[in-house]
């Protein structure tokens, strides 16, 4: 019996919601006094990984592995989770992860819960606790197969620091061809990118036109943050819509969120609540977002923002 851990990564490097999950999956190990394996994909170098808690590595090597594709890599991780008797499986919540899950409950012959939001309030019964509703409740459900697949929130548990050294061992998996196969793939963007991004700079219609996101752009740059927009903003062509953020667009869980002339609709903020921190800037101190905000600013973009940006820029020059 033990937990593995899939930790993604991108380009070789392991992700910071692959170091949050290494370290719940420790917790978790912990907490069933056992051993936590974690799995990665050839291109990672293994040396760090001990340091958020892996205690062994199981080093995935296969050509078809080489780019994402669900169906390969849920058969990887499957057959990587065979090869430790496996009792847990945890994967994070990033859009790789939530399409590859479903394909690995049904190798595994596993529940699969998303969305779990801390350690299992019981292993025996096994009991954990998630999210539902775009986080606006919580439910607590019962796993009751044998091999548990569990889905962390982003931003739920935090990385942990561990001594020590990790062994690692390698898989070579005997892989179906896959039926889907990605040809090709095109960033969206080289800037930073949203799902990843520990800062996310985010204007609505307050901005009152695409000519005025130099300012958004600005701040963004001054704090190495992404740009993320509100629905009728990439409606209105103002800016493309892999910057919509919401309910119906891409899901935030940065440290920090800064909203820009934002109302703070309930779709809205379905999509942005599990950011640590969220800084509100708005004309209207009734804005609904306020109620959401952990510090907010009532005044004029126009105003505020040149301000912030000088003012950081200055910090950064003081500090450098
Ligand atoms: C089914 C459905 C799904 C939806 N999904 C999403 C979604 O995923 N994401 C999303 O964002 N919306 C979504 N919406 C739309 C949502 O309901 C709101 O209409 C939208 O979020 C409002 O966008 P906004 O805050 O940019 O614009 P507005 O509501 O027009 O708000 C603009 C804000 O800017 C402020 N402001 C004006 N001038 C300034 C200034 N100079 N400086 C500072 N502040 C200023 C105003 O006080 C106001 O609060 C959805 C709606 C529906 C019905």
């Known amino acids: 019996m ?14 910071k919601i692959a ?20 799995a990665v994909m050839a291109d990672v170098g293994t040396q760090n990984l001990a340091q958020y808690g892996a205690q062994q590595i199981v080093h995935i090597e296969h050509e078809a592995l080489q780019s994402f594709s669900a169906d390969a890599f849920a058969q990887a991780i499957a057959q990587s989770a065979k090869s430790v008797e496996a009792e847990v499986v945890l994967v994070s919540s990033s859009a790789n992860s939530r399409y590859l899950a479903p394909m690995l409950a049904v190798g595994l012959d596993a529940a699969y819960v998303p ?24 439910a607590t459900t019962e796993m009751t197969s044998a091999v548990k697949l569990i889905g962390l929130a982003k931003n739920a548990f935090g990385v942990s620091h561990f001594e020590g050294t990790a062994q690692t061992t390698s898989l070579t998996p005997d892989l179906n061809p896959s039926k889907c196969h990605v040809s090709a793939t095109d960033r969206a963007t080289d800037k930073v990118m949203i799902a990843d991004a520990e800062i996310v700079v985010s204007a609505g219609r307050g901005l009152k036109g695409p000519e005025n996101w130099h300012l958004i752009e600005d701040l963004a740059e001054v704090l190495g943050a992404a740009t993320a927009c509100s629905k009728p903003v990439s409606d209105l062509g103002w800016r493309p819509h892999s910057e919509h953020v919401g309910q119906t667009g891409k899901p935030v869980a940065s440290n920090l969120y800064i909203a820009i002339g934002i109302s703070g609709a309930i779709q809205h903020l379905a999509g942005i609540n599990s950011s640590k921190v969220k800084v509100v800037i708005n004309t209207d101190p009734e804005a609904p977002f306020f109620k959401a905000a952990d510090y907010g600013i009532v005044g004029d973009a126009f105003d505020v923002v040149p301000e912030l940006i000088e003012k950081l820029k200055q910090f950064k020059t003081l500090n450098a």
């Not at 033990?2 to 992700?15: C, M, T």
């Not at 969305?115 to 919580?138: D, G, I, M, R, W």
């Open 2 to 15: 033990s937990v593995l851990v899939y930790a993604e990564s991108d380009q070789g490097i392991i992700k």
């Open 19 to 38: 170091q949050e999950l290494i370290s719940y999956g420790r917790a978790l190990a912990d907490q069933l006094g056992t051993t936590l394996y974690v």
């Open 115 to 138: 969305n779990c939001t801390q350690l299992p309030l019981s292993t025996s019964p096994f009991q954990v606790t998630h999210s539902v509703y775009t986080n606006k409740a919580e």
